[in-house]
């Protein structure tokens, strides 16, 4: 049973206000064309299948359209050869679950519009996917994007562009102080900042070649205080512990590995992130948070 999923209470709308899933994001210098894209998709129907139900283009304003055999022969023949080209500059796609759903999504910021904003891929999975098969999947993804930092494990899903939303990232903010093994995400957010350094620790953290070429020292000593990690020719994956931990700070978990990580790879941090949705989270606690394996935080 998923140890942490909290339901919302209109019984007219059962679904999770805030869930425990596992994640994957990687951050990108370049959009994503027609080309690296398809090799990312090709690469995620090897490995999970087509388990899709709908999808969107990530501009905004278009619904959810079904997912079939009809549309994927129309999103491989036609809207995807045409990425970058019009106003579609990613998708996402999901099995439509209402609890434990997988979910796959590319994104490409205009490098004329934003050009501060890296790319990204992001990915999720149930909370009990198998640690070997996502540690697999990352370790596959090192090898196939060029990246510039990713991190993958536990994550706290909320429920964003939605009646729920304040609500949602309100509770994430109590959980968080709790569970440090747990990722916060706002993706769109983090990715102003992802050209400067890398976010955090998870259980998973990669960091791409434009990082490690600058910091060889600190790449060998965050290598050195991992549980395992394995060099591909476009990065660094690091693994924190054998299996991702919620980080229990209530039961004293034992974080030793996340923090000897963090701590070997502070010089690459970031040094400033914007606020998290919600009433609770403010810049300077979402920055104390990131930093809370290496700053001993403590919420006042």
Not at 14 to 24: A, N
Not at 224 to 252: C, I, K, T, W
């Amino acid at each position: 049973m998923n140890p942490i999923v909290e339901m919302t209470d209109d019984p007219k709308d059962p679904v999770p206000l805030v869930e425990l899933k596992q994640h994957l994001v990687i951050f990108v210098e370049d959009p994503p064309g027609p080309v690296s894209a398809r090799r990312v998709y090709d690469l995620y129907l090897q490995n999970c299948g087509d388990i899709f139900k709908i999808y969107k283009s990530t501009f905004e304003g278009p619904l959810a359209q079904d997912w079939d055999l009809a549309a994927r022969s129309r999103f491989e023949r036609d809207e995807l050869p045409a990425l970058r080209q019009t106003t579609e500059w990613g998708y996402g796609f999901s099995d439509n679950k209402p609890r434990d759903s997988w979910l796959f999504m590319f994104h490409g910021f205009r490098p004329s519009e934003i050009p501060e904003k890296a790319s990204f891929y992001r990915f999720e999975f149930a909370w009990d996917v198998d640690p070997a098969f996502l540690r697999s999947f990352a370790r596959q993804m090192s090898e196939e994007v060029e990246f510039l930092s990713g991190y993958g494990g536990f994550v706290l899903q909320g429920r964003p562009n939605s009646d729920y939303e304040t609500e949602s990232f309100d509770r994430i903010f109590a959980l968080a102080m709790r569970y440090w093994g747990c990722e916060v995400v706002d993706v769109e957010l983090t990715a102003a900042e992802m050209r400067k350094g890398y976010k955090c620790v998870n259980w998973l953290t990669m960091i791409g070649e434009p990082f490690r070429s600058k910091f060889p020292e600190e790449i060998a000593r965050a290598r050195s205080a991992a549980y395992a990690s394995e060099e591909s020719r476009n990065g660094v994956l690091l693994q924190a512990a054998e299996r991702p931990l919620l980080g229990d700070r209530n039961r004293m978990a034992n974080m030793e590995g996340y923090a000897t990580i963090a701590e070997a790879l502070l010089p690459l941090q970031i040094k400033e992130h914007g606020d998290f949705f919600g009433d609770r989270w403010t810049e300077e606690n979402t920055m104390a948070w990131l930093r809370r394996f290496t700053h001993a935080y403590r919420v006042v």
